[in-house]
């Protein structure tokens, strides 16, 4: 992709409505200036490979959006196709491959945290990815290999203190169902950090137990 045009994709982390879809979907120039810009550095560009949040029937799904046309948008990790109609709203998510911890405002022990892990729970295994927020402070998600349906889930409530970590699992509502949970939970995880594996508990919604994570 070309340079330029890469610069112009991450520099765009606006919401584009369903309006904003069907108007460039069918080529008409006056659509909102904001995805007219994201029409003209998408242009040649054989896929978009960038997270995204999707509002569709009510619903929400996250994932990699990977293209867009006049009738569906197409989603992967989960692979997922939406009819465009239906589509209300994409928000492009914070991308951590995009992020140095040095271009942030982070702290010697938030730097000390970011990376890719794999990470055990019990006997489910996955990837926690923990990553420079652009705003400040850091941010992380979470995926199961062999639970449910390997989405990404955004962890929130983090909270970092010295070589400990906090943070919080959760789903609700169609979210739930989205990323493969039969009901509503809520999970609190700590952790402490020693070298480049994270060591701790969890305590949630009728379960508890160990998680372990290694860089």
């Known amino acids: 992709?070309?340079?330029?045009?890469?610069?112009?994709?991450?520099?765009?982390?606006?919401?584009?409505?369903?309006?904003?879809?069907?108007?460039i979907s069918l080529g008409i120039l006056v659509a909102a200036p904001l995805f007219f810009l994201l029409g003209y550095f998408l242009r040649g560009c054989?896929?978009?490979n960038r997270q995204a949040k999707v509002t569709?029937?009510?619903?929400?799904t996250e994932g990699t959006l990977v293209s867009l046309n006049s009738k569906n948008v197409i989603l992967?990790?989960?692979?997922?196709?939406?009819?465009?109609?239906?589509v209300e709203k994409i928000e492009f998510l914070e991308d951590p491959q995009s992020l140095n911890p040095n271009q942030v405002p982070l702290s010697d022990s938030e730097k000390s945290f970011v990376g890719t892990y794999k990470i055990q729970i019990g006997t489910h295994k996955g990837v926690l990815s923990i990553f420079p927020r652009k705003t400040g402070g850091i941010g992380a998600t979470l995926r199961f290999t062999n639970w449910g349906k390997?989405?990404?889930?955004?962890?929130?409530?983090?909270?970092?203190a010295g070589k400990s970590i906090r943070f919080v699992r959760s789903c609700a509502g169609a979210r739930c169902s989205e990323i493969g949970s039969n009901v509503p939970f809520t999970q609190t995880y700590s952790g402490d950090l020693d070298g480049k594996k994270i060591q701790g508990a969890y305590q949630g919604?009728?379960?508890?137990?160990?998680?372990?994570a290694e860089r």
Request: proline residues 5%; neutral net charge.
């Open 56 to 60: 569709y029937s009510g619903s929400f």
């Open 150 to 160: 390997g989405s990404n889930e955004i962890l929130t409530g983090i909270r970092v």
């Open 76 to 86: 992967q990790d989960p692979d997922f196709s939406i009819p465009l109609e239906t």
């Open 1 to 23: 992709m070309d340079p330029e045009r890469k610069k112009g994709i991450l520099a765009l982390e606006k919401i584009i409505t369903n309006n904003d879809l069907k108007k």
């Open 46 to 48: 054989s896929s978009v």
């Open 205 to 212: 919604t009728n379960s508890s137990g160990r998680w372990i």
